[in-house]
């Protein structure tokens, strides 16, 4: 198993929201069988409603969850934006599934 460590040199904070700095994006071309399997969404809790069940903020999509290749099972996540909230248990994470529609695998 590889570790990899970060500094704190290497993530910047933009508002609610820490993402590596000087990051190279990559254009990459795909098929239908290439692309995403879920949208990662996040969501701020806000606060609690009157029967104590948490009110969320606004869902902001934050990555995707990639088939594996070669027929193995389950998915690998790719987090573009960690939100600090998650680190903190203040917010929730959902999948979303991506149909063909959308224009992901399925």
Do not use: Y
Not at 17 to 31: G, S
Not at 32 to 41: D, I, Y
Not at 50 to 75: S, Y
Not at 88 to 99: A, D, H, K, S
């Amino acid at each position: 198993m590889t570790r990899i460590a970060f500094s704190a040199r290497s993530f910047s904070r933009i508002g609610w929201i820490v993402q590596p700095m000087n990051r190279k994006e990559k254009t990459m071309k795909t098929n239908k069988s290439e692309l995403p399997m879920f949208r990662v969404t996040f969501a701020r809790i806000t606060g609690k409603d009157d029967d104590g069940k948490d009110i969320l903020g606004r869902f902001k999509e934050i990555g995707a969850v990639w088939a594996r290749k070669n027929g193995k099972g389950g998915g690998i996540v790719s987090l573009d934006l960690i939100p600090i909230e998650l680190t903190r248990r203040e917010g929730v994470l959902f999948l979303v599934p991506i149909t063909e529609d959308d224009g992901g695998a399925q």
